[in-house]
Structures are given as C-alpha cells and as structure tokens.
C-alpha cells in the first residue's frame, strides 16, 4: 500500500523557519515525483510545491518562491519542504502528495500542522 508519513510541524514565531518532511514506502519512490499541498483553516487545498521523480526539477507557487524550497532524496524515500520566514498565512495542514502524471496528486499523506503566530 501507497504510504505518505508527513512529519516535522509545529508552532513557531513569524520569521521562524521549519523544515518538513514525508516520508513514502509502497511504491517506488524514484519513479515519482512528489508535492506538498496546504490547506489553511477554512479554506479548500491549495498546491505549494512540486518536484520531478529525479528531483532535479522543482515547481513552487509563485507567491512562495524565495520562502519555501522543495527537495527530494531518493535514497531516503523522503520528500522535503523548506519553508523560511514563515508569516501567520502560511498555518495550515501541510500534505505530502504523489504525482500521479501531469501534476495530478494521486495520493495524499496525513498531514503535519504549521501555526505561525504572529
């Protein structure tokens, strides 16, 4: 079965930064490329971050880029989401999520909380 285990959330300060991490088994991990998907309190999921099978190429939605960076290491089986300079917007559920082909999640992971307090 398909496994998705986001971890590393929290609550920290504006300006602080975290690291998250998920952490795949089921399947094979290098042929996949991967995603972090938020959905903030009240409101429908919105994509962050994306990444090729390889890693080697990286998708961030506009308004996050220069703040947050997606990495992926294959030999671990583990995608990465470094957020910076966190701000209250970004609290949320985070999720790690399968690219099932053309950008199309397929599976998601359990979530890992982020508050940032202001």
């Known amino acids: 079965d398909v496994q998705l285990q986001a971890s590393g959330g929290g609550l920290v300060q504006s300006g602080w930064s975290l690291r998250l991490s998920c952490t795949a088994s089921?399947?094979?991990?290098?042929?996949?490329?991967m995603m972090w998907i938020r959905q903030a309190p009240g409101k429908g999921p919105k994509w962050v971050s994306g990444?090729?099978?390889?890693?080697?190429?990286?998708y961030t939605d506009p308004d996050l880029r220069g703040r947050f960076t997606i990495s992926k290491d294959n030999a671990e089986n583990t995608v990465y989401l470094q957020m910076n300079s966190l701000e209250p917007e970004d609290t949320g559920v985070y999720y790690c999520?399968?690219?099932?082909?053309?950008?199309?999640?397929?599976?998601w992971g359990r979530g890992t909380q982020v508050t940032v307090s202001s």
């Open positions: 990444t090729s099978s390889e890693g080697d190429a990286t």
């Open positions: 089921g399947f094979p991990f290098g042929n996949y490329g």
């Open positions: 999520a399968r690219d099932g082909g053309h950008g199309q999640s397929d599976y």
